[in-house]
């Protein structure tokens, strides 16, 4: 004949030396507690709120999380040059205007230089990546409208020469 097992209750733990482990009659559940002076064949009376050191009472929490701890937050540093810059550097592609790509490519030469003394404090915190594409599309958009509007004004004014109809002496058109 089989022997019988043993009584449901808390055993000692053989996997962890100092705690004990929940027999439920026929399997071993995954409820553990530390040892305490309690009877070993059934599961010690505890009264509602008070639970001991890994004991688990069903209907209330298994263990009390520690408390939060007490720390400031590091205040986030932005790098504000650098996102004013890039927005003027790139309201120059909008509005063709030199001034506002060519302000814009300097004062992210500025947000550049700043961005070397902040720490970083994640994602595009530092503004370095808005500061170098700000200096980039300042400085290469506002070149190519300076460009742009002196060819227009010389144009203008070779046509506007051209419209005049000047006649130049002894010219065989007459």
Do not use: C
Not at 96 to 116: D, E, M
Not at 153 to 158: G, K
């Amino acid at each position: 004949m089989a022997t019988p097992l043993p009584a449901t209750g808390w055993y000692p733990d053989p996997e962890f030396p100092g705690h004990d482990r929940f027999w439920d009659g026929a399997n071993w559940t995954e409820q553990r507690r530390t040892s305490v002076a309690a009877p070993v064949a059934g599961i010690p009376p505890v009264a509602a709120g008070s639970a001991g050191a890994g004991l688990y009472i069903p209907g209330e929490p298994a263990m009390v999380p520690p408390p939060a701890p007490a720390y400031a937050p590091v205040p986030i540093q932005r790098n504000n040059l650098a996102l004013v810059g890039f927005i003027l550097s790139a309201s120059g592609v909008v509005l063709p205007f030199v001034l506002n790509s060519l302000a814009g490519g300097l004062i992210t030469i500025i947000g550049l230089r700043q961005s070397k003394r902040l720490p970083g404090n994640g994602i595009l915190s530092t503004g370095r990546g808005l500061s170098i594409a700000g200096i980039l599309i300042g400085f290469i958009w506002g070149g190519l409208t300076l460009l742009f509007v002196v060819g227009f004004v010389v144009f203008y004014w070779w046509i506007f020469a051209t419209a005049q109809n000047f006649q130049y002496p002894d010219s065989p058109v007459g």
